[in-house]
C-alpha cells in the first residue's frame, strides 16, 4: 500500500475530535450468524460498532492503524478487545472469522492496489462462506462533493478522490464496487443516510455480502 492508504497520522490526530454514525444492521447479521461468531471489525476506529456487536453476543475484535483512536476506545470501554496493525497484514490466521466489518473504510483507502490488497487481506482472514458487511460512501450527487472531485480528478487520475482536511478519501461509482465485490456474492443491500465526522448529511451503502470459493 502506497503512504496515501495508510493515513495513520491523519487519524491520530482526529481521535479526539470525530464520531462515527453508520448504523449497524444487528438484525440482518444475527439472522446470518450464530451466536457467539467471531466477528472482526477491520478499522475499528474507537471501537463503537465492536461495543454494539459484543453487547449483541458476538465475539467481536477490532483492530486499527490509529493508537490514538485505540486508546480512546478503551478508555471508553475497557473490556473491548482493540487491536494495533499496520494497515497492512491483520495478526490473525488464515480463516480465523465468520464475518468482517469494513465500516467507512473503502473510502480511506484512495488507491486500487490499497484497496485490492486490503479486500484479498479481509477474504484470507474470512472462513469459507464467511460473511462481509459493508458500509460506505457512493459517489455524492450535491455540488459540493461533484465540486472537489472535479478538483482532484487529474491529481488523481479517478473521479470520486479528493482531499480532506490533509487526507486523502475516496467515494465509489456502481461500476467500481462491483470490481471490488466481484469475488464476494452480495445477500443483503441498503442506502441510509448518515451524518459524516465532519457534519454533513451523505448517502451511504450498506450490504453483506458471502465470501465465494478460494
Known sequence: MSGLDVQA??????????SFTHPLPLEELHARLAPG????????GYGRACAKLAAAGFDAVGIDISEALLRRGLGMDPGL????????????????????????VLTCIPGDAGLARMLAEVRRLLRPGGLLFVSDYPLQTDARNRARYAESAAEFGAYGV???????????????LRE???????????????????????????LIARKTSA
Do not use: I
Not at 9 to 18: D, L, S
Not at 93 to 102: E, M, Q, V
Open 162 to 176: 479528493f482531499r480532506c482536511e490533509g487526507a486523502v478519501f475516496r467515494h465509489f461509482s456502481e461500476e467500481r
Open 180 to 206: 471490488l465485490l466481484a469475488p464476494f456474492t452480495v445477500l443483503w443491500r441498503r442506502g441510509v443516510r448518515v451524518e459524516t465526522m465532519n457534519g454533513h448529511e451523505s448517502d451511504v451503502f450498506q
Open 81 to 104: 478487545r482493540l487491536l494495533p496493525f499496520d494497515g497492512r497484514c491483520a495478526p490473525f490466521a488464515d480463516a480465523s472469522f465468520d464475518a468482517c466489518l469494513l465500516v467507512a
Open 37 to 44: 461468531a467471531a466477528v472482526l471489525d477491520y478499522g475499528c
Open 9 to 18: 497520522e491523519y487519524w491520530n490526530g482526529a481521535a479526539a475530535a470525530k
